[in-house]
């Protein structure tokens, strides 16, 4: 019954460090997603996969980088982490890429100093 | 693009009352418009959705309503209860779940 699982939940960096956030699903989905949460903003998706080996810009993907080698799992990657990628990320996944039900995992806090 | 307004930001109601979030569209070609639900700490969940040809859907306490002329569609809870405290999101779409556009969210509060 795991869903959509992000490692790891909490994660302080300096500025200029890099880091991955792990995403795993367990649904068979084909369409995985990356968002982020800033407060009074809502969720902007970073990137997405449509399919397994595939992945495409969203609306703010500058400073981020992903990788769908496996169909269960999304990375997103911050090669030189800054202040503004301070934010809450959300993983999500769907069945295809029209329309439905997003599944979320349950967040990564990330800060950096 | 796609822009989403969501009203009020914040929204207190006693417990037993009922409460409802607006939102606004710009993009007449949207045609999907889900709400989902994040409690604290957790992701954002689906509560409820409605699609173009469709003016309300109903879901227990909970209803949706779409106004396509005016580009509006709003959430409705009634005889809320403690446990629909949470931010609530709104969000449109013309197609994709890529294209899948969110409101700013509400922090909706149920007093006991």
């Given at each position: 019954?795991?869903?959509?699982?992000?490692?790891?939940?909490?994660?302080?960096?300096?500025?200029?460090?890099?880091?991955?956030?792990q995403?795993?699903?367990?649904m068979?989905?084909?369409?995985m997603?990356?968002?982020r949460?800033?407060?009074?903003?809502?969720?902007?998706?970073?990137?997405y996969?449509?399919?397994?080996?595939?992945?495409?810009?969203g609306?703010?993907?500058d400073g981020?980088?992903?990788?769908?080698?496996?169909?269960?799992n999304?990375?997103?990657?911050?090669?030189?982490?800054?202040?503004?990628?301070?934010?809450?990320?959300?993983?999500?996944?769907?069945q295809?890429v029209?329309?439905g039900?997003?599944?979320?995992?349950?967040?990564?806090?990330?800060?950096?100093? | 693009?796609?822009?989403?307004?969501q009203?009020p930001?914040?929204?207190?109601?006693?417990?037993?009352?009922?409460?409802?979030?607006?939102?606004?569209?710009?993009?007449?070609?949207?045609?999907?418009?889900?709400?989902?639900?994040?409690?604290?700490?957790?992701g954002?969940?689906?509560?409820?959705?409605i699609?173009?040809?469709?003016?309300?859907?109903k879901?227990?306490?909970i209803?949706?309503?779409l106004?396509?002329?005016a580009k509006?569609?709003?959430l409705?809870?009634?005889?809320?209860?403690?446990?629909?405290?949470?931010?609530y999101?709104?969000a449109?779409?013309?197609?994709?779940?890529?294209?899948?556009?969110f409101?700013?969210?509400?922090?909706?509060?149920?007093?006991?």
């Amino acid at each position: 019954n795991a869903g959509v699982t992000q490692t790891p939940k909490f994660q302080v960096l300096k500025t200029g460090q890099s880091m991955t956030l792990q995403c795993a699903q367990d649904m068979n989905h084909n369409s995985m997603y990356w968002y982020r949460q800033d407060p009074g903003m809502g969720l902007r998706l970073i990137y997405y996969s449509a399919s397994e080996g595939t992945t495409d810009k969203g609306e703010v993907p500058d400073g981020y980088n992903v990788s769908r080698l496996k169909k269960q799992n999304f990375l997103l990657g911050l090669e030189s982490a800054a202040p503004s990628q301070t934010s809450v990320y959300f993983c999500a996944s769907t069945q295809g890429v029209n329309t439905g039900e997003l599944f979320f995992g349950e967040g990564s806090r990330l800060t950096v100093l | 693009g796609e822009n989403v307004e969501q009203h009020p930001s914040t929204l207190s109601v006693q417990e037993g009352d009922s409460a409802v979030i607006k939102c606004t569209y710009s993009d007449s070609a949207s045609n999907y418009f889900p709400w989902y639900k994040q409690e604290l700490g957790k992701g954002p969940q689906l509560i409820i959705d409605i699609r173009s040809n469709v003016g309300e859907k109903k879901d227990q306490r909970i209803a949706v309503t779409l106004n396509k002329t005016a580009k509006h569609f709003s959430l409705h809870i009634t005889e809320t209860q403690p446990e629909d405290s949470a931010v609530y999101f709104c969000a449109a779409s013309a197609g994709s779940a890529r294209q899948l556009t969110f409101g700013s969210g509400t922090q909706l509060t149920v007093l006991p």
